[in-house]
């Protein structure tokens, strides 16, 4: 069965699951980690306007930024045991799609944490 439908068989709404403890949370999904976290984009700037900056001044700046934070939650203490921050920011022709890629092959590569 799938995380959301035991969740919302046990009466958690998956937006408000931060208010349980992770101890709580485990006796639903019968799991040793929970993993939470954010994951933000912005796009300070077009494309267009990258591209003026270029010409104008020389220079080339940031069109998208990519900010990750996430936490891994040992449930049998309710102990943070892991926490991942990381922020990308990508050029010209870059998109969130493809800086949400990026940060999450860094999260796969980068977090020790094993059963």
Same mark, same amino acid.
């Given at each position: 069965?799938?995380?959301?439908?035991?969740?919302?068989?046990?009466?958690?709404?998956?937006?408000?699951?931060?208010?349980?403890? %992770?101890?709580?949370?485990?006796?639903?999904?019968?799991?040793?980690?929970?993993?939470?976290?954010?994951?933000?984009?912005?796009? %300070?700037?077009?494309?267009?306007?990258?591209?003026?900056?270029?010409?104008?001044?020389?220079?080339?700046?940031?069109?998208?930024?990519?900010?990750?934070?996430?936490?891994?939650?040992?449930?049998?203490?309710?102990?943070?045991?892991?926490?991942?921050?990381?922020?990308?920011?990508?050029?010209l022709g870059s998109d969130s799609k493809d800086?949400?890629?990026?940060?999450?092959?860094?999260?796969?590569?980068?977090?020790?944490?094993?059963?």
């Amino acid at each position: 069965m799938r995380t959301n439908s035991l969740l919302k068989k046990a009466g958690i709404d998956i937006h408000k699951v931060s208010e349980y403890l %992770p101890s709580e949370i485990r006796k639903i999904l019968g799991v040793n980690c929970i993993v939470m976290g954010t994951f933000e984009t912005s796009k %300070p700037m077009s494309d267009a306007t990258n591209i003026a900056i270029r010409v104008l001044f020389g220079g080339l700046a940031k069109t998208n930024n990519a900010v990750c934070n996430i936490d891994f939650y040992d449930t049998r203490d309710d102990e943070l045991v892991l926490n991942y921050l990381k922020k990308i920011s990508g050029g010209l022709g870059s998109d969130s799609k493809d800086l949400i890629n990026v940060l999450m092959r860094k999260v796969t590569r980068r977090i020790s944490y094993t059963k």
